[in-house]
Nanobody, 125 residues
Framework: QVQLVESGGGLVQAGGSLRLSCAAS????????MGWFRQAPGKEREFVSA?????????MYGDSAKGRLTISGDSAKNTAYLQMNSLKAEDTAVYYC?????????????????WGQGTQVTVSS
């Protein structure tokens, strides 16, 4: 089993920044990659970014994240991060981190085995 706990969400003004953290515990050796997804009210869950086993050299971004959001990882802390800059009102959502056990990065939520409880990000305009 793998447990994931997100933190770092909150209320921020448009143009501001936040850094989300996702701490993994349990059988972390089984994790191949970590992903961030988000879900706004009334919308489907959307892929944001993914990173291969804490390595910043292998990453993937969704269209909404490119240029403003940066994913990174710290293997010593078993923690993935999502740095969000130049935030917009449309970034408002619950942000979830997820752990993937299969090889490769994936944009598909079904490819992730474990999920955190989510952290709310609200951007005021």
């Amino acid at each position: 089993q793998v447990q994931l706990v997100e933190s770092g969400g909150g209320l921020v003004q448009a143009g501001g920044s936040l850094r989300l953290s996702c701490a993994a515990s349990g059988f972390t050796y089984s994790i191949n990659s970590m992903g961030w997804f988000r879900q706004a009210p009334g919308k489907e869950r959307e892929f944001v970014s993914a990173i291969s086993t804490w390595s910043s050299e292998s990453t993937m971004y969704g269209d909404s994240a490119k240029g403003r959001l940066t994913i990174s990882g710290d293997s010593a802390k078993n923690t993935a991060y999502l740095q969000m800059n130049s935030l917009k009102a449309e970034d408002t959502a619950v942000y979830y981190c997820a752990a993937r056990l299969s090889a490769g990065l994936s944009r598909n939520a079904f490819g992730y085995r474990y999920w955190g409880q989510g952290t709310q990000v609200t951007v005021s305009s």
